[in-house]
């Protein structure tokens, strides 16, 4: 933890004042520039993992986003019919996933307990044992209005299920939680094993907050851009409102399964049952965590302070220390990343840093020095770029299994890596 932030003396004054008073409060932890400026636990709850409850829905946002990067799946703005192609579901064909992502499909949840805990006592009740297509044929009306719903959201998890061939456990084993220093969590799972995509993911609080750090990082872990900025922007800004009144405490417009408080998007959030909290504030290079007892007294209430508490309280803070925010000011040299995921199949991305406006070719050449693609060939703005290849050639011939060498020319600067295709 970094003990010499300079109001340290102020945030813990105003943490015991303002936080720690809530009773249902378990951790809160503050996260500034990377590093741990604050961490506390209370009611004897230490650093337990715990069910985060609906966070569970911004990790499962951010695993579909990694797949569509990847070109795992079809862009969500595709109709979801191209999700699902072996089921026969006529109301696939007027939406999208875009329209799942964001709450607004249409679904009316047939699934939806008479309390958030009753499928402990009547599992019946609980969406994630439902088959696919029973889920598919849920009554609905029409997509483009934000409805909360469990039992269509875990649509995504089946998304990513028939997409990758992999659980969204497992999926996240490999291009996830490794890099966040996340190992092998539970996470309640149901039809076809696949993972509740709402709910039921258990983390401790580091492990809950590291992915909104990742999101301020603007995707990077370490060396490696594991999520697009696009996905990012994507899904952390206003796609649809919630119908809450902007008051205290509200979050009245909604992401790809991210909470805003308003259309400018001034930070975002993962909101779990109860008071578990993932808020992101890019101006203020600043990651606030949260977790409560579900099953406390009005957990309902305890839930909106803690989010004013955290938006009006605790930032302000943090005004002094406005950063510059690395997504949009150029990097200060040349670079060519490793590609991820490596080795791969069937695509991959890497990506790239200009610190000027430059005239860039990316090639793919074989072992034997021949190219196989050409990439890019363009003039391109100073920043951070991505660059795919899904192991075709120039005449869009898959290649073979083997390993591949890619190089980047921009101005004076040169650079060569290797990535391995597997089959």
Same mark, same amino acid.
């Given at each position: 933890?970094?003990?010499?932030?300079?109001?340290? =003396?102020?945030?813990?004054?105003?943490?015991?004042?303002?936080?720690?008073?809530?009773?249902?409060?378990?951790?809160?932890?503050? !996260? /500034?520039?990377?590093?741990?400026?604050?961490?506390?636990?209370?009611?004897?709850?230490?650093?337990?993992?715990?069910?985060?409850? &609906?966070?569970?829905?911004?990790?499962?946002?951010?695993?579909?986003?990694?797949?569509?990067?990847?070109?795992? *799946? /079809?862009?969500?703005?595709?109709?979801?019919?191209?999700?699902?192609?072996?089921?026969?579901?006529?109301?696939?064909?007027?939406?999208?996933?875009?329209?799942? *992502?964001?709450?607004?499909?249409?679904?009316?949840? +047939?699934?939806? @307990?008479?309390?958030?805990? $009753? %499928?402990?006592?009547?599992?019946?009740?609980?969406?994630?044992?439902?088959?696919? =297509?029973?889920?598919?044929?849920?009554?609905?009306?029409?997509?483009?209005?934000?409805?909360?719903?469990? &039992?269509?959201?875990?649509?995504?998890?089946?998304?990513?299920?028939?997409?990758?061939?992999? $659980?969204?456990?497992?999926?996240?084993?490999?291009?996830?939680?490794?890099?966040?220093?996340?190992?092998? @969590?539970?996470?309640?799972?149901?039809?076809?094993?696949?993972?509740?995509? &709402?709910?039921?993911?258990?983390?401790? *609080?580091?492990?809950? !907050?590291?992915?909104?750090?990742?999101?301020?990082?603007?995707?990077?872990?370490?060396?490696?851009?594991?999520?697009?900025?696009?996905?990012? &922007?994507?899904?952390?800004?206003? +796609?649809?409102?919630?119908? #809450?009144?902007? #008051?205290?405490?509200?979050?009245?417009?909604?992401?790809?399964?991210?909470?805003?408080?308003?259309? #400018?998007?001034? %930070?975002?959030?993962?909101?779990?049952?109860?008071?578990?909290?993932?808020?992101? %504030?890019?101006?203020?290079?600043?990651?606030?965590?949260?977790?409560?007892?579900?099953?406390?007294?009005?957990?309902?209430?305890?839930?909106?302070?803690?989010?004013?508490?955290?938006?009006? #309280?605790? $930032?302000?803070?943090?005004?002094?220390?406005?950063?510059?925010?690395?997504?949009?000011?150029?990097?200060?040299?040349?670079?060519?990343?490793?590609?991820? @995921?490596?080795?791969?199949?069937?695509?991959?991305?890497?990506?790239?840093?200009? @610190?000027?406006?430059?005239?860039?070719?990316?090639?793919?050449?074989? *072992?034997?020095?021949?190219?196989?693609?050409?990439?890019?060939?363009?003039?391109?703005?100073?920043?951070?770029?991505?660059?795919?290849?899904?192991?075709?050639?120039?005449?869009?011939?898959?290649?073979?299994?083997?390993?591949?060498?890619?190089?980047?020319?921009?101005?004076?600067?040169?650079?060569?890596?290797?990535?391995?295709?597997?089959?």
């Amino acid at each position: 933890m970094n003990t010499d932030f300079s109001k340290s =003396e102020e945030l813990e004054s105003l943490i015991e004042d303002r936080i720690a008073t809530l009773p249902n409060t378990l951790g809160f932890i503050v !996260v /500034h520039k990377g590093e741990i400026v604050s961490e506390n636990y209370y009611n004897s709850s230490e650093s337990n993992s715990i069910n985060v409850w &609906s966070v569970t829905k911004s990790f499962i946002s951010t695993l579909i986003g990694q797949a569509v990067d990847m070109g795992m *799946l /079809h862009d969500p703005d595709s109709s979801a019919s191209y999700f699902f192609p072996d089921v026969s579901e006529s109301y696939l064909d007027t939406i999208t996933m875009h329209d799942v *992502l964001t709450m607004s499909s249409g679904y009316v949840d +047939q699934f939806i @307990p008479s309390n958030p805990f $009753t %499928f402990f006592f009547d599992p019946s009740q609980w969406w994630a044992l439902n088959s696919t =297509e029973t889920l598919l044929s849920m009554d609905h009306s029409e997509p483009g209005s934000f409805f909360y719903n469990n &039992s269509a959201c875990h649509l995504n998890s089946h998304a990513l299920y028939y997409g990758t061939g992999l $659980t969204p456990s497992d999926f996240a084993d490999i291009y996830l939680f490794p890099h966040l220093g996340i190992n092998n @969590p539970n996470w309640e799972s149901g039809y076809l094993d696949i993972n509740d995509g &709402s709910a039921m993911l258990s983390l401790t *609080l580091r492990e809950m !907050v590291k992915l909104g750090q990742l999101y301020l990082q603007n995707g990077y872990s370490g060396d490696n851009q594991i999520l697009s900025s696009d996905w990012i &922007s994507r899904a952390t800004t206003s +796609q649809v409102t919630t119908g #809450e009144t902007e #008051e205290y405490g509200s979050l009245s417009h909604y992401g790809y399964l991210w909470w805003l408080p308003n259309e #400018e998007g001034s %930070f975002y959030a993962a909101q779990g049952l109860g008071g578990q909290i993932i808020a992101v %504030f890019p101006e203020y290079d600043l990651v606030v965590g949260a977790q409560s007892n579900a099953y406390g007294d009005d957990i309902f209430l305890h839930s909106r302070l803690l989010n004013y508490r955290i938006g009006d #309280e605790i $930032t302000p803070l943090f005004e002094d220390f406005v950063s510059n925010d690395q997504s949009i000011l150029p990097p200060n040299e040349f670079s060519l990343n490793q590609n991820y @995921p490596n080795p791969f199949n069937p695509s991959t991305t890497f990506s790239y840093e200009l @610190p000027e406006a430059s005239i860039v070719k990316i090639n793919v050449y074989d *072992l034997m020095g021949r190219i196989v693609k050409s990439l890019v060939n363009s003039s391109m703005a100073a920043g951070y770029h991505l660059s795919k290849w899904d192991a075709t050639n120039d005449i869009g011939e898959v290649v073979s299994a083997g390993m591949y060498i890619y190089t980047i020319q921009a101005g004076e600067y040169r650079s060569t890596k290797k990535m391995v295709l597997l089959k």
